[in-house]
């Protein structure tokens, strides 16, 4: 059975650090992609960072580049999305999702709307307050 759950989640203020733990099993590890996404009330999902455990390509959306760093740990199984200089923009709640890496896509593919990735965690609430 695919799992992926997420923790780390917690209220911050504005310019202050967090980093989110999802941790997997289940499925090849190294085979996949897996990326972090976020949801805001009333906004869209949006991906924030994915990372294939195939070759180690990441991508992040423009609005955290230089802010939150993915990482991935292949013997704990287990992704990371390190966040910095938080803003209350991005309060959110924040999801880990995984899917197998196709060749012919590349990293950003599956951050995109296009994505669709197939395996989801349940979520963790990110609050930063200004």
């Known amino acids: 059975e695919v799992q992926l759950v997420e923790s780390g989640g917690g209220l911050v203020q504005a310019g202050e650090s967090l980093t989110l733990s999802c941790a997997t099993s289940g499925f090849p590890f190294g085979d996949y992609v897996i990326g972090w996404f976020r949801q805001a009330p009333g906004k869209e999902r949006e991906g924030v960072s994915c990372?294939?455990?195939?070759?180690?390509?990441?991508y992040s959306t423009d609005s955290v580049k230089g802010r939150f760093t993915i990482s991935s740990d292949n013997a704990k199984k287990t992704v990371y999305l390190q966040m910095s200089n938080l803003k209350p923009e991005d309060t959110a709640v924040y999801y880990c999702a995984a899917d197998p890496q196709v060749q012919i896509r590349n990293t950003y593919y599956y951050c995109s709307p296009y994505g669709s990735l197939a395996f989801w965690g349940q979520g963790t609430q990110v609050t930063v307050s200004s």
């Open positions: 990372i294939s455990n195939n070759d180690g390509v990441t």
